[in-house]
């Protein structure tokens, strides 16, 4: 017991006013020994996720310090019961247990944000592939190379990966990506994409967002074979046929979303428009029940607004 007490107030002096606040986490530009306090003790007062957009650089022994994040396994707890007492008695002695290293047990969705990063070895990859969290933010990168990417993300696990600055993409890097059991996957930087390589990005069950600006009804034919997708989103996408349309809808069940305006005519929007009204509004796909469903932005005046094809059964027209 009292080996048990010189422990507890050793890690009390030592956490005590040594570490961030959440905003202050975010302007680092280095990973000190403050901050690594503040990821091995959380506060469960503050957010759930990590945010380091300040660091511009990262070596393999900091990302694994960094992929330690965890709020909802914190090294010293209380239980919610004795948390529950304490705010009974007063409200500043669970605050100020939290300030000095305790934790109490969560159940937050977390996630690490490095959009600072502008590269990143393969051995801090395979470091950061060990975080037990929900999503990883690397909006920083412009490339990721074969080694990287397998690194990053082994097969069989979930994770969500923001990755809206890649610029390019293997083939081999998108085998990678899609090697990923289930979670999101954005790369609405990625203006261009081998047809090849679409056949490999399917794994991603919720949210997908691409950038390509071009797509054809080969390339769009693989996307509708996407079962496992359930909401895709072309950010960047300047034109789509009425055969290219076609193809989007020929397998496919979800939600697409076009964020640029007026690129769809009156034929190809009919296309759409029928398909989200003709399949059944709640749709049985692997473990997802969900309604089809297309999101367009539309110029005040256009003709598919006039047809009246915007509404809730129909096509989701902004602004």
Same mark, same amino acid.
């Given at each position: 017991?009292? /080996?048990? *007490?010189?422990w @507890?107030?050793?890690m #009390? @002096? #030592?956490?005590? *006013? ?13 990973l000190d020994?403050?901050a690594?306090?503040?990821?091995q ?7 759930c996720? =990590?945010h380091l957009n300040? #660091?511009t ?5 900091e ?5 330690? +994040?965890?709020?909802?396994d914190?090294?010293?707890? %209380?239980s919610?019961?004795?948390i529950?007492?304490l705010?009974a008695f007063s ?6 247990l939290? &300030?000095?290293?305790?934790?109490s047990?969560?159940?937050c969705?977390?996630s690490?944000?490095l959009?600072g990063?502008t ?6 990859? /395979?470091? =950061?592939?060990?975080f037990?969290?929900?999503a990883?933010?690397?909006n920083?990168?412009i490339e !990721?190379?074969?080694? $990287?990417?397998k690194a %990053? ?12 600055g890649?610029?390019? %993409?293997s ?5 990678? %990506?899609?090697?990923v059991?289930?979670?999101? !996957?954005?790369?609405a930087g990625?203006?261009q ?10 794994a991603?069950r919720?949210e997908?967002?691409?950038g390509v ?9 693989v996307?509708a074979? +996407? ?12 034109t789509?046929?009425y &055969?290219?349309?076609?193809? =989007?809808v020929?397998k496919?069940?979800?939600?697409? $979303?076009f964020?640029?305006p007026?690129i769809i005519? !009156?034929?190809?929007?009919?296309v759409?428009y ?9 749709v ?12 367009v ?12 094809m915007?509404?809730? &059964?129909?096509?989701?027209?902004s602004?």
């Amino acid at each position: 017991m009292k /080996k048990q *007490g010189v422990w @507890l107030w050793g890690m #009390l @002096l #030592l956490s005590s *006013g040594c570490r961030y606040e959440d905003p202050e986490m975010n302007l680092l530009t280095t990973l000190d020994n403050k901050a690594v306090r503040t990821i091995q003790f959380p506060n469960p007062n503050h957010s759930c996720d =990590l945010h380091l957009n300040g #660091l511009t650089s990262i070596t393999p022994a900091e990302a694994e310090q960094i992929a330690r +994040w965890n709020p909802n396994d914190p090294p010293v707890t %209380l239980s919610r019961e004795t948390i529950h007492d304490l705010y009974a008695f007063s409200t500043e002695i669970p605050k100020f247990l939290y &300030d000095i290293g305790f934790g109490s047990p969560q159940s937050c969705r977390f996630s690490l944000l490095l959009n600072g990063l502008t590269e990143l070895d393969e051995t801090s990859a /395979k470091a =950061l592939s060990k975080f037990a969290g929900n999503a990883i933010e690397l909006n920083g990168l412009i490339e !990721l190379p074969e080694n $990287v990417a397998k690194a %990053l993300v082994p097969a069989g696990q979930y994770m969500s990966f923001h990755l809206n600055g890649l610029q390019t %993409l293997s083939l081999e890097s998108a085998k990678a %990506l899609g090697s990923v059991y289930s979670g999101e !996957l954005h790369l609405a930087g990625l203006e261009q994409l081998d047809t090849e390589a679409y056949a490999y990005l399917h794994a991603h069950r919720s949210e997908f967002t691409l950038g390509v600006r071009q797509i054809s009804v080969e390339e769009a034919e693989v996307v509708a074979s +996407w079962d496992t997708v359930k909401y895709i989103s072309f950010p960047n996408l300047e034109t789509i046929t009425y &055969d290219q349309a076609q193809a =989007l809808v020929s397998k496919f069940y979800g939600g697409y $979303v076009f964020e640029q305006p007026d690129i769809i005519d !009156l034929p190809t929007a009919t296309v759409f428009y029928h398909w989200a009204l003709d399949v059944p509004k709640i749709v049985w796909r692997r473990d997802w029940m969900y309604s089809n469903g297309v999101s367009v932005t539309l110029s005040r005046d256009s003709i598919i607004r006039t047809a009246g094809m915007c509404g809730h &059964d129909g096509l989701y027209c902004s602004p």
